[in-house]
């Protein structure tokens, strides 16, 4: 199973409609969890942090489900402008990188999931 | 400031030539890393360094050397190219007190082996 794994899509989609893209991990101690968005051949950015608690930065909303392992990603009145790549990203492991004893994780991305918004 | 710069942009290899990616960063990071993105397969690290002198290997580090002499630069070096090394490479860094927070990646370098 991978460490962390996305339904690559594509989801098409139209204007305005909302769509929802899940995330599965498969380390339960995992810690940080984060969605980057990929426009074509540029770099990754980060999109949102998500807490345990659920998140919303304006028509996005991030949730987790520690106890089935797993991150989502929900976009309402989707934009054309929202046509990206998304990218689940989880800190994985807690003991993967040291420096002088502190261990600060490793971060494992997903394959990513495509999405085209179109008029 | 700049942000994370990588040079070049764009390169072709031939089997066995050896290159260097450049990586530069100006927000004064302690963490730099190196990722390939290879269709399918998401971003896998290469290798990574928390400070100037101190690297570390990530999850695909064969063929690949690094060296951290500053705080500013991470080169990226391959030693003999393989057409397996055909791939699109990110640089990425954070403040090491944010790790677990935002990465600030560079544009990539789409590097072709034949």
């Known amino acids: 199973r991978k460490e962390v794994e996305q339904d690559p899509g594509p989801f098409n989609v139209p204007e305005g409609a909302t769509v929802a893209f899940n995330c599965t991990y498969s380390?339960?101690?995992?810690?940080?969890f984060f969605w980057y968005r990929q426009d074509c051949r540029k770099e990754p950015k980060l999109l949102m942090s998500?807490?345990?608690s659920g998140n919303e930065d304006g028509r996005f909303t991030a949730q987790l489900n520690r106890a089935s392992q797993y991150i989502s990603l929900l976009i309402r009145d989707s934009k054309l402008s929202d046509s990206a790549t998304y990218l689940c990203v989880v800190n994985s492991d807690p003991f993967a990188l040291n420096a002088g004893g502190t261990s600060y994780g490793k971060l494992t991305f997903g394959q990513g999931t495509i999405l085209t918004v179109h008029p | 400031n700049a942000g994370v710069t990588q040079t070049p942009k764009f390169q072709v290899l031939k089997t066995g030539q050896s290159m260097t990616l450049q990586c530069a960063q100006d927000m004064n990071h302690e963490y730099m890393s190196w990722y390939r993105q290879d269709p399918g397969m998401g971003l896998r690290l290469i290798h990574y360094?928390?400070?100037?002198?101190?690297?570390d290997q990530g999850e695909v580090p064969n063929g690949y050397n690094v060296s951290r002499s500053t705080t500013e630069d991470f080169p990226l070096r391959l030693l003999s190219a393989a057409p397996s090394q055909t791939s699109v490479y990110f640089c990425?860094?954070?403040?090491?007190?944010?790790?677990?927070?935002?990465?600030?990646f560079g544009p990539g370098t789409r590097l072709t082996v034949t």
């Open positions: 990425a860094s954070s403040p090491l007190s944010a790790f677990r927070d935002e990465q600030y």
């Open positions: 360094s928390v400070g100037a002198g101190i690297t």
């Open positions: 380390n339960s101690a995992s810690q940080s």
């Open positions: 998500v807490y345990s």
